[in-house]
């Protein structure tokens, strides 16, 4: 939080640091919007800070997002956020500017979201009996937007990378194709966030180019990916399987029946290429795990309901 709160004007870090406990502990995100009042997302909650936010409060944000230099932001304003130390990320929205139907930049910014990366170290610890057996399994992890995917995915990447000695189970090289910069919140190129001796990772970079890049570029044992979804990606998800590499990603969705409808993973679903599907939700919090399907959709016999986080 306090990483956040050095890109804020004082007169709003102020006023957040005096939000109750509980609120502060379980922030989301913190989202300022040009002459609305502040909104903060608590466990799935909001909560409004009656401050009417100014141009000027904007004004000062955007130049200690660039280091009070606009150009240094002109290639992030393309993909529409900025991550920044702590591997935070700060979501972006004001006037689009396109250059032959792509987007160029965004201009006159009056909104700013900024979401908080949280690193939950052993919340994976639980499901190693399931993720690994004999040798890592493909799998699959399934949630809505804030149900603690990348969360989850995260902690799986840095044991896979570091071992687990009790267990007897080897580190292994650890691909990440972090195209939103949210998995390992990289800041010119260097992770900001724990995974590990054996990780590589491609920042800001398209999945599917990227997956194919890591298997010519550093021979992974596993690939992590956040946000699959595209025919792309299912592709090269396919020539990654094809290539003996173990792939552990997330996809928005509720469950496994409702991903079965989605006809860029039809290919996939039918391969049964995932061994795993694991289905989150909020309902204890992000991270509780309702479900793990096996291959076929068909519910393990695991405990579930229980919280990853």
Not at 14 to 39: A, C, Q
Not at 45 to 53: D, K, Q, R, T
Request: net charge positive.
């Amino acid at each position: 939080m306090e990483n956040i709160l050095t890109f804020l004007p004082k007169n709003i870090s102020v006023k957040i640091k005096e939000l109750p406990t509980p609120v502060l502990d379980w922030t989301e995100e913190i989202r300022i919007r040009i002459n609305r009042p502040i909104e903060i997302m608590s466990k799935g909650e909001p909560y409004f800070i009656p401050y009417i936010v100014t141009e000027e409060d904007a004004e000062q944000i955007i130049n200690k997002l660039a280091n009070f230099s606009f150009y240094t932001l002109e290639e992030e304003l393309k993909k529409g956020y900025i991550t920044i130390p702590g591997g935070h990320r700060v979501g972006l929205a004001g006037k689009v500017i396109l250059e032959n139907g792509l987007v160029k930049a965004i201009r006159n910014l009056a909104s700013f979201n900024f979401r908080i990366a949280r690193e939950k170290i052993g919340v994976a610890n639980p499901y190693i009996p399931v993720l690994y057996r004999n040798r890592w399994r493909h799998t699959m992890i399934i949630g809505a937007p804030q149900s603690g995917k990348t969360t989850l995915l995260r902690d799986i990447a840095r044991i896979i990378s570091t071992g687990d000695t009790k267990r007897k189970i080897p580190p292994l090289k650890v691909g990440i194709v972090d195209e939103r910069s949210e998995i390992a919140g990289c800041v010119h190129g260097i992770p900001q966030l724990e995974f590990g001796p054996r990780v590589d990772i491609l920042d800001a970079c398209p999945k599917a180019e990227g997956m194919m890049m890591l298997i010519r570029s550093m021979s992974p044992d596993v690939l992590i990916v956040d946000e699959i979804g595209s025919k792309k990606d299912s592709e090269a998800i396919m020539e990654a399987a094809n290539a003996g590499i173990t792939l552990i990603m997330t996809t928005h969705g509720k469950s496994y029946e409702e991903i079965k409808k989605r006809p860029n993973l039809t290919e996939i679903l039918r391969s049964r290429v995932f061994e795993n599907y694991i289905e989150l939700t909020r309902r204890k919090g992000p991270g509780t795990i309702d479900k793990i399907c096996d291959e076929n959709g068909k519910e393990r016999i695991y405990k579930v309901g229980v919280s990853s986080g």
